[in-house]
């Protein structure tokens, strides 16, 4: 079944560190994008990538960092600059339905 | 700029219940708008989408109606069960790049 993978599910780090989020599609679709999600609040746009090679930064890519050297991957760092990283992460593709997108199952990141 | 505003959460409704939940835009040009539906702990799934005013979109016992002239895609149905719990994203994509505004989400709860 076609779909959006993201591992772990859950992830822990201690501050200082860097961590990367995987996201992985076999939509064979050309654009990716990652959002945050803090609770009680929508989906705000880290980084979104519309061709393998290129990406533009969304509205709150500070204190991130991704790449998207294959189609089928965009993975997302969150780094040590990102003052407050603990939050739910969801990474989507669109399906071409008039703009509809794809969600993948997202990662929660907790900083301890 | 373009924004949607949905009705603040939580709803509480009791089984059975009639349920609406309101979503309003503002946007440039003529935006497809969509209705997503978040489960604890899950990504987003599309529950249903408009392209073009006066289109009716539905799913799953869901309805919401473009209305141009209001600016608005409410989203409702008519008996509630208490797996529709879960919280309920209005959105609008407007642009060529896929990118998606989106409101802050409406917190259901149905009870027993």
Redesign the interface.
Known sequence: DGGITQSPKYLFRKEGQNVTLSCEQNLNHDAMYWYRQDPGQGLRLIYYSQIVNDFQKGDIAEGYSVSREKKESFPLTVTSAQKNPTAFYLCASPTGLAGAQFFGPGTRLTVL | GDSVTQMEGPVTLSEEAFLTINCTYTATGYP?L?W?VQYP??????LL?A?KADDKGSNKGFEATYRKETTSFHLEKGSVQVSDSAVY?CAL??NS????I????T?LIIKP
Do not use: D, I, R, V
């Open positions: 497809s969509f997503y702990g899950e990504g987003l799934q599309l989408k392209t994203f994509s407007g790049n896929y990118q998606l989106w409101g802050a989400g917190k």
